[in-house]
């Protein structure tokens, strides 16, 4: 513990739907923590862009996040990013997001699988949990083969309402032809698998990805990981990087991956 290079790839504002912060208040936070770089990658949920107006929420957050990069220039390294959730449910919405402002990084994520409601809403006590996951890391691996990305967000995020929230226990081993297939597609392509560490503070306890899927990576040739909290709040921003740094140095990763300008950057883990 007590690690040097800190950094928070993963953070909404008050620009997002679900953030109550805004940037000024979260940047505080974290320079007072003594993070050195955060990155902004609030939501674009592609499926209802325009009816929720998106399209405006992530040119805001852009401009508040340039006025914060320069407010904050020496003390804090503020980077622009998005959150793109299921963009291939609306290809139209994910590129208007992608040309609307010059990101350091993007994030994709999947919340709800096609015709389906986001994960935290479901009833898993009355739900086919393996029929619903088998599509869903499906629908992950075609939108890593879209690819048009650099971080793959908190890949089993419905981890922590199926076992966290609901105690329905699931076997990964179950999943793994899948989840290799997307491991590998996302290493043959350059991308960086994101470490979650929201997980830490639910019942469900453990980061999105857990261990075992970066061991796995690893294995596989895997070198790009990026990490965040996924904060909504400031109060949690920089929350349980510390643990995760753990974690990637347990599965022998020596480096986290940050990006400016969409290029990956290896930051030693110390
Ligand atoms: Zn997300
Ligand atoms: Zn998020």
């Known amino acids: 513990m007590g690690y ?119 009833d898993y006590h009355n739900a086919n949990v393996p029929t619903l996951l088998h599509a869903y890391f499906d629908e992950i691996y075609e939108m890593v083969c879209w690819g048009r990305f650099d971080s793959l967000a908190h890949l089993t995020y419905p981890l922590r309402y199926i076992e966290g929230r609901d105690q329905i226990p699931v076997d990964l081993a179950d999943y793994a032809e899948q989840i290799d297939r997307i491991l590998e597609r996302l290493i043959a392509d350059g991308k960086s698998l994101e470490l979650n560490t929201q997980g830490y503070r639910t019942e469900y306890g453990r980061p999105t990805p857990d261990m075992d899927i970066l061991r796995r990576y690893k294995e596989l040739g895997g070198q790009y990981v990026t990490i965040g909290s996924d904060a909504h709040y400031a109060v949690d921003i920089g929350a349980n990087i510390e643990d995760g740094l753990s974690l990637l140095k347990q599965a022998d990763f020596d480096f986290v991956t940050i990006y400016d300008q969409r290029e990956p950057i290896l930051l030693p883990i110390i």
């Open 4 to 122: 040097k290079n800190l950094v928070d790839f993963h953070v909404h504002t008050d620009n997002s739907c679900d953030g109550h912060d805004s940037l000024m208040v979260m940047s505080e936070r974290a320079a007072a923590k003594g993070i050195r770089a955060i990155a902004v990658t609030d939501h674009a949920e592609c499926h209802r862009y325009y009816k929720d107006n998106f399209h405006l929420a992530i040119r805001y957050s852009h401009f508040e996040t340039l006025k914060a990069k320069n407010a904050f220039r020496g003390q804090l390294a503020i980077m622009t990013g998005i959150e793109l959730g299921q963009p291939l449910h609306n290809l139209e919405a994910a590129e208007d997001a992608l040309s609307a402002n010059r990101y350091d990084i993007v994030v994709a994520g999947l919340h709800l699988i096609r015709g389906g409601d986001d994960f935290w809403k479901l």
